[in-house]
């Protein structure tokens, strides 16, 4: 996970730290957002992106920590507000 966080915006700035973004996915520490009341939390502190993969009601979800270096994956509730990272496929056009 360290490998993906950007050196920035997470709470500790890690610029200069050549563990941070070496795969140039630059994950941004941007919270996400409650379904049952549309506040935000923990900007600066995690990053939360939906996979495609789904998991009845649920689909599937990988998380940044501030204080982790892994990757959390669990099902969470569609309703939730977590990021999307688009990705175009090169298909040589």
């Not at 795969?23 to 502190?45: E, M, Q, V």
């Not at 993969?53 to 501030?66: I, K, Q």
């Not at 892994?70 to 990021?83: H, K, L, S, V, W």
């Amino acid at each position: 996970g360290t490998k993906l966080k950007s050196e920035s915006d997470w709470e500790l700035d890690k610029k200069g730290n050549s563990d941070y973004n070496v795969t140039g996915f630059n994950a941004l520490p941007s919270g996400y957002r409650y379904f049952y009341d549309g506040s935000f939390t923990n900007k600066g502190k995690r990053g939360s992106w939906w996979s495609s993969t789904p998991e009845g009601p649920y689909a599937m979800r990988r998380c940044l920590f501030l204080n982790k270096s892994g990757i959390d994956r669990d099902p969470a509730t569609c309703a939730n507000g977590f990021g999307v990272r688009c990705v175009q496929d090169d298909n040589g056009d």
